[in-house]
């Protein structure tokens, strides 16, 4: 090219292509992402009852292989007589739920099912006299006292509930799919032990064939790879293991405290409140919008009582982030508790409920391990060449 004869684009229409391209490139990324987490929420939301087993069974099996491996070096048993071992002692304690812990729950459960009208009533005559202005607008808006229009909507809806019964008794088809439903989500969970059992009757070292089935990588990217699995599996049973224990230690803490203030079914509440905080802060959101209530609305409750039943949640909180937790668990997740409530929702809604909520934590811990490494290594390198060609 002579020097009369002029470039293509200039530098400034380069870089401004240049910046156009990678614009479009991220575009086409994000894009990408989005298409395939939409593809998998609709994956994991239709085969749920097939994932969630197989997802709880692989837990348990990460959580009791220890005690598997202290039965084999403790015991003469071998690895199928320390599972079955293991097995006998789960039956033997669900037995003994069953014969000494279920009779009371359900004892206490009907007695709140028996005052629970009661408990509405007061909540709707507090709610009268505390905002009456409030009340006269609702019923204005309404038509009719609110306390009128829930009632009418409760019974409503168990009319509907009635219907949709009827009908589906006097439809042959519709009760066969319920049964066909109903059993095939039964089979799907009672099926939990059998996966438990070969999991944890596996010797195979998944990280070496891991590693086998990457050798078509260079050898970088697939430690890369085994690493952050490595990590994820780690964080998996960190998190579990601490949660569970973290769980049952909360659950008595708030029976205790909820039974020494004298708020009606705290022992019950407290357990299960402290057992939903497996998956972190559930059971205290749960618990401030049932307990606080309860605490106002029962015989001799008012506001002292809610005062107390605060003062033990916040007890509670505050042994498990600065006592329980550091202990049990340390920092294995690098997460404070904003990202650990956000992750909390946004997996559960990512992932359809349940199982979303279960794996909020690993998996946000896992992508802020993978944000970490390509931080570390990929990007400066992926710069470093940006710079070299520039």
């Known amino acids: 090219m002579s020097e009369n004869e002029q470039a293509l684009l200039s530098p400034s229409q380069k870089r401004i292509v240049a910046a156009g391209g990678t614009a479009l490139a991220i575009v086409f990324l994000a894009a990408t992402c989005y298409f395939l987490f939409v593809l998998l929420q609709a994956f994991v939301t239709h085969f749920t009852d097939v994932l969630l087993p197989l997802a709880i069974a692989a837990i348990l099996a990460t959580l009791l292989r220890p005690i598997i491996t202290i039965c084999e070096a403790k015991t003469r048993l071998n690895r199928v007589g320390g599972i079955i071992l293991l097995f006998a002692l789960v039956l033997m304690t669900l037995v003994a739920i069953a014969v000494f812990v279920m009779p009371p729950t359900l004892e206490t459960a009907g007695e709140f ?55 589906a008794q006097s439809s042959a088809g519709s009760m066969l799919a319920l049964f066909g439903g109903l059993f095939g989500r039964i089979a799907a969970y009672s099926i939990i ?45 960190s998190f579990f293991r601490g949660q569970i224990i973290i769980g049952l230690l909360l659950g008595v803490v708030l029976a205790l405290g909820f039974g020494m203030v004298g708020l009606k079914f705290g022992i019950a509440i407290g357990i299960v409140l ?86 909020a934590i690993p998996l946000t811990a896992f992508f802020l391990v993978f944000w970490r490494l390509a931080r570390e290594q990929y990007l400066p390198a992926l710069i470093a060449k940006e710079d070299q060609n520039s």
């Open 274 to 359: 402290g057992l939903l905080n497996i998956i972190p802060y559930l059971g205290t959101m749960i618990g401030i919008i049932t307990v606080l209530p309860i605490a106002y609305l029962q015989d001799g409750g008012g506001g002292t009582m809610i005062a107390l039943c605060a003062v033990v949640f916040i007890l509670g909180q505050v042994l498990t982030d600065y006592v329980f937790t550091p202990r049990i668990m340390g920092n294995k997740t690098g997460m404070g508790p904003m990202l650990i409530i956000f992750s909390v929702f946004f997996w559960g809604a990512a992932l359809g409920g349940l199982l979303g909520m279960i794996l």
């Open 113 to 167: 099912l028996k005052v629970a009208p009661d408990l509405l009533t007061r909540l709707l005559e507090s709610a009268k006299g505390f905002a009456p202005s409030i009340w006269e607008w609702l019923t204005e808006q309404l038509g009719e006292s609110p306390e009128t229009y829930l009632m009418n909507s409760l019974e409503g809806n168990s009319e509907l509930v009635k219907q949709a019964l009827s009908h």
């Open 193 to 237: 032990p059998v996966y438990l059992f070969f999991i944890l009757n596996g010797d195979r070292n998944i990280w070496k064939d891991m590693d086998k089935q990457l050798s078509f990588l260079p050898d970088e990217r697939k430690k890369d790879l085994v690493f952050l699995a490595q990590q994820f599996s780690q964080i998996l049973v």
